[in-house]
């Protein structure tokens, strides 16, 4: 059965760096996400006995090495589960830069485990869905439910998943992405994981982490803008301290990311009420409520070097393209 699936990217608000245990991918904290519905991945997947080996493309290009090895071990979980073993066919569509800190990874397996399963005769709820994406890459178990997102860190595999805290027209806010990078980065977000214990302020992170998450769903529930603003952006600067102060350190901005932020913020002295938060790479992220938006995007033409900007509202999870 030839099946395609889209899924969406998403962003944190509360970040998940760190795991308590790398194979499993299982956080070190829980986090919180917004799917993103201008940013996503089309997967299409096929089993074919006429194959020899696993073919796989993404963006048009063939796979090879490390990256065609992660995506082979997940359809190896995936015939696992089906008790088949037959190889597939997988071609793979991206809206945006792969690998440049916009969570290509996460639409990317999301994508893969819904077309993936469905195609290989599997039936699953959307709680497996998202324990078997968090398996390719853990942000990806967040693009399986809808709108917005809470991934609750939990014990073991089966109980690390995550599901949908509001539908997505519940709040009407816009993540505009500011591509300021378009080249992969150097330092995977998988390898990055593994670095976060060596910051000295890590601890003091984790330790703040249940306030903060509660504090943050609560603002979301009462739409309480300000106090969610304050909290995301204060959240993605603890967690990039801790990434640049980790041994070695790993520094994802951007001379240009900086001026963005520094923009940020002084918009906001200016009354236009929007914060920033980024991920392992250059670009940032500038949430607002969806009427301020136009605003943005005027502000930003007169930024030179921004190089595409793109506007999500919050978007539906993963699901079957008909
Ligand atoms: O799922 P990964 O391994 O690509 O890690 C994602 C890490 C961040 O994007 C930096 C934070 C997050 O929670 O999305």
Redesign the pocket.
């Known amino acids: 059965m030839k099946v395609k699936a889209r899924a969406p990217s998403n962003i944190?608000f509360i970040?998940?760096?760190g795991k308590k245990n790398e194979k499993l991918r299982i956080p070190a904290n829980t986090?919180i996400s917004m799917n993103l519905s201008e940013a996503y991945t089309e997967t299409f997947v096929e089993f074919d006995n006429k194959l020899s080996k696993d073919l796989i493309v993404i963006d048009g290009k063939s796979v090879e090495g490390n990256e065609k090895e992660r995506i082979v071990d997940h359809l190896n979980l995936i015939r696992k589960m089906a008790g088949i073993d037959t190889f597939a066919e997988v071609v793979s569509k991206n809206n945006f830069p792969k690998g440049a800190g916009m969570?290509s990874?996460?639409s990317g397996f999301a994508a893969l485990t819904v077309a993936g399963t469905k195609a290989a005769g599997l039936n699953l709820s959307e709680k497996e869905l998202s324990v078997l994406a968090r398996l390719g890459?853990?942000?990806?178990c967040r693009s399986i439910p809808d709108g917005f997102v809470e991934w609750k860190t939990g014990v073991k595999s089966g109980d690390s998943y995550a599901y949908s805290l509001q539908a997505p027209g519940y709040w009407d806010i816009c993540d505009t992405i500011v591509v300021v990078g378009e080249k992969a980065k150097k330092v995977s977000?998988?390898e990055g994981?593994t670095k976060a214990f060596s910051s000295p302020f890590y601890k003091a992170r984790i330790l703040g982490m249940n306030k903060k998450v509660k504090e943050i769903k609560s603002a979301l529930k009462n739409k309480d803008f300000t106090k969610f603003g304050r909290i995301l952006e204060e959240e993605a600067i603890n967690m990039h301290t801790v990434m640049m102060t980790s041994k070695p350190p790993l520094f994802y901005w951007l001379p240009k990311t900086l001026e963005i932020m520094q923009s940020v913020i002084t918009w906001r002295e200016e009354d236009l009420e929007t914060y920033f938060t980024i991920?392992?790479g250059p670009n940032v992220h500038i949430i607002c409520l969806s009427k301020d938006v136009k605003k943005v995007r005027i502000k930003l033409k007169k930024i030179p070097g921004v190089k595409k900007v793109i506007v999500n509202k919050a978007s539906e999870g993963t699901h079957i393209l008909k």
């Open positions: 944190a970040k998940y760096w986090s969570a990874s996460a890459s853990g942000s990806a977000s998988t994981h991920d392992a």
